[in-house]
């Protein structure tokens, strides 16, 4: 018997990168997964495509995650059609990048409100579909502890944030065995930060292991949270970061 097995999961952001990962790793622990896109409708009928292929129910549902109407009613969505919400993945996420001096206040109100705001109004969203012992799982980065570079002010405050909430959250749903934990990725071969890019070498200086991590790696951290073996873990912060931050 698999872990998740009967569960259903709603990953925020799921149609690429981390949360696609994470999508097909909760099917194959026996989830079944909606996801949330913006754009890519395409990638995220692929992610679709291989949860329904594990004998998972799927579904991905156009939001944009700083819509907190949009964002709102795909939580309900989801629930109302796979039958509930047992695991709530919030990991949708930008990343403007520049300088106090070059950052617009556009982006910096962008970043607060589809990396953090959004995490309150699913939350929010979610706890009405939660049953006691349900999961929440924010995906924040090593960026919110240490700036190591120029240009990150908007993404490091963001996800320093995102840290308070999902503390507060495990105090405020403790009595329900809901547990909030942060799983925090440090450099990650993604669209978004791929290992042949810009900053590849800057990151891989910091790391003990040498390598960024895939998304698969986080993937097995949420998985393994998610499940009953994450049932005592909450108002916590894991790391996995390759030892970027040690």
């Given at each position: 018997m698999a872990s998740l097995d009967g569960k259903v999961a709603l990953v925020t952001g799921g149609s690429r990168g981390i949360g696609a990962a994470i999508a097909r790793k909760l099917a194959a622990e026996g989830a079944h997964v909606a996801v949330t896109y913006e754009r890519a409708a395409s990638r995220a009928a692929e992610v679709v495509a291989s949860v329904e292929g594990l004998g998972r129910k799927a579904l991905a549902i156009q939001a944009d995650s700083g819509d907190a109407d949009a964002l709102t009613a795909a939580v309900h969505q989801a629930a109302e059609a796979l039958?509930?919400?047992?695991?709530?993945?919030?990991?949708?996420?930008?990343?403007?990048?520049?300088?106090?001096?070059e950052?617009?206040?556009?982006?910096?109100?962008?970043?607060?409100a589809v990396n953090v705001r959004a995490v309150f109004v699913a939350t929010k969203a979610a706890v009405r579909h939660l049953p006691d012992g349900g999961r929440i799982i924010t995906i924040g980065s090593t960026l919110g502890e240490r700036a190591p570079r120029q240009g990150l002010s908007a993404y490091a405050s963001s996800k320093a944030a995102v840290v308070g909430l999902s503390r507060a959250f495990a105090r405020d749903l403790g009595a329900r065995g809901i547990t909030s934990v942060v799983v925090q990725p440090g450099p990650t071969d993604t669209d978004m930060n791929?290992?042949?890019g810009p900053r590849a070498a800057s990151a891989l200086a910091l790391s003990?292991?040498?390598?960024?991590?895939?998304?698969?790696d986080l993937a097995a951290t949420v998985a393994h949270v998610a499940?009953?073996?994450?049932?005592?873990?909450?108002?916590?912060?894991?790391?996995?970061?390759?030892g970027v931050n040690a």
């Open positions: 039958g509930g919400l047992d695991v709530l993945v919030n990991n949708a996420g930008v990343f403007p990048h520049g300088t106090v001096e950052l617009s206040l556009e982006d910096f109100d962008r970043a607060l791929p290992a042949d003990a292991i040498g390598r960024h991590a895939a998304p698969e499940g009953p073996a994450g049932a005592f873990i909450t108002g916590s912060v894991i790391t996995v970061d390759g």
